[in-house]
């Protein structure tokens, strides 16, 4: 009774595991459609109101709540470095490739006229936007993958340690 107790207790942590593993998965989505909205934020000030870097990250900034974004809110002195540190400290939880496409908004914001910025916005944009796309669609396949996975990975342990 007790063999099968702890049969049973490693094919559901196995399948915890892979559930954990999707979580994750859903995280970096959710993480890229709110720097999405982050994004449009900025370029909606930029257009609208008179905002400087500093000002313009701690507004847009200030609703996020998949990631903490203390660190974009605390930006001060040199904003290219402080942007780059703050996205490293922030997004460590975020796809590589969506991190890395938010990183470039450095290289511009705050340095061009507004026009120029909100262009390199509404590519930063794009980029992240086909990213979390082909992340939705590889999640969707993969949802059964990792939830069989996790339970066979299970059964196999059981079957070793009979």
Known sequence: MIKLLLYSAIVISCFLISLEELSRERRKIQIAKELEGVIFHMQALLKYGSYDVYQLCDK????VSSFNADCFKAISGNFSE??????ECSLENADKGTRTSFMKIADFLGMYESETQIAGLESVLGEIKSERIAM?????????LYLCLGVFSGIVICLILM
């Open 60 to 63: 847009c900034f200030s609703e």
């Open 82 to 87: 402080s942007f780059l540190d703050a996205c």
């Open 136 to 144: 939705e669609s590889e999640l969707a396949g993969k949802r059964k």
